[in-house]
């Protein structure tokens, strides 16, 4: 019998890395996080309940094939089935919008620095509890 070449394995770092620097690819992960988040969140209430996908579907009002999508990232929930999901699961549904962390250069890190107090502490200065 003749050998088999061996593959080499490729670290998941490196993959990644390569991945990412792919045209299309980051924004790609970027554009889907949403919905792999909102995806992940569901499928987390149905199993803490110990529930199958038809009978999560029977408690939210949809089929199993809308829970199958919902958990798969697939399809886009609506905010009227988040509330029905929120409303069946006894959680309270949250929505937000947030500024993106913005990475700061070394010259905005020195500014800020340096004005927040006259020692160089970058923390917040603290009133005085005792009324001075």
Known sequence: MGERARKPWVKWEDLKRDL????????????LYPYDAVAFEISGLRAERDMTQTEFGRLIGVPQSTVARLESGTQAPSVATLKRIAKATDTELVIEFRRPK????????ATATSSAGSA???????????GD
């Open 20 to 31: 990412l620097e792919m045209s299309g690819v980051r924004e790609e992960i970027e554009r």
């Open 102 to 109: 913005r990475k700061h250069s070394a010259r905005q890190r």
């Open 120 to 130: 160089g502490s970058s923390e917040p200065l603290a009133a005085s509890s005792n």
